[in-house]
């Protein structure tokens, strides 16, 4: 795959990547939930500042003390994006005033499809960067580093498409489960689901980090994504059974 190809089709994958979360934030969130567009900013938003204190984190304190491709490494970074992502998400829905009366289903998914975006958005963002940097100065990079590139970047469109797809939907059903527990947190008055959010998420990136130890071929990648979607499949039906039941006892004692 290469941006700078005289395939067209070449830009498609980054039309998922960018594009992707706002297609989601106008058909899912606002058309068939009724969401307001906010809950979409706010998301986007939450990543961001998430991301780039984990980016800091990385930079200047994770390479000190591990490397890159350790346990170690891997167990720093996802306990810092268990905590912040979680923790941007808690304070989003706890201090936006736009939040006060909208803690529920709907805004849950599309706070959800802001911060997926995001992640989405930048993952795009840093291929085009990689791949400008591969066309225009090979040089930035060592031999192996330019070989793994080159590597990743030749699986072809079909693949291309694959990637960016799934990085799309299935980064927000994982990030829709994420936000629910974090929403559940103000809908139950437990702050614990909060915690339960940051461990979760915390274990999830954990396993991914290290799946490349269990097997390098790409069929367990595949049996690991699938797993995941049937897994998380099922907990966002039981966390959105959880947040409307709890949402319609609320009412009724309200009115009682």
């Not at 590597?151 to 072809?156: C, D």
């Not at 559940?184 to 991914?208: E, K, P």
């Amino acid at each position: 795959m290469c941006i700078l190809s005289s395939d067209p089709r070449s830009v498609i994958p980054f039309a998922v990547y960018f594009a992707g979360p706002l297609v989601l934030a106008y058909v899912l969130g606002r058309r068939r939930l009724g969401a307001g567009y906010r809950s979409f900013g706010y998301g986007l938003l939450g990543f961001a500042l998430a991301w780039t204190v984990i980016a800091v984190i990385t930079a200047a304190v994770v390479k000190s003390v591990a490397a890159e491709g350790t346990f170690l490494y891997a167990l720093i970074v996802a306990a810092s994006a268990g905590f912040f992502e979680e923790g941007s998400r808690f304070i989003f829905f706890r201090f936006a005033g736009w939040f006060r009366r909208r803690r529920d289903w709907k805004n849950a998914v599309m706070y959800a499809i802001g911060h997926s975006g995001m992640e989405s958005i930048i993952v795009g963002g840093t291929i085009v960067l990689t791949l400008l940097v591969v066309e225009f100065a090979p040089d930035m990079l060592s031999e192996d580093a330019l070989e793994a590139v080159q590597a990743n970047l030749g699986a072809g469109f079909g693949t291309s498409l694959y990637n960016s797809i799934e990085r799309l939907l299935v980064g927000l059903l994982i990030h829709t489960c994420f936000t629910c527990v974090v929403v559940l947190a103000f809908i139950r008055s437990d702050r614990r689901y909060l915690y339960l959010a940051m461990l979760w998420h915390f274990a999830h990136d954990l396993v991914s980090f290290n799946l490349h130890q269990v097997s390098e071929h790409a069929l367990a990648a595949r049996i690991y994504v699938a797993a995941v979607v049937v897994v998380y499949l099922w907990a966002l039906s039981r966390l959105r059974k959880m947040m409307t039941g709890s949402a319609v006892q609320g009412e009724m004692s309200g009115a009682a």
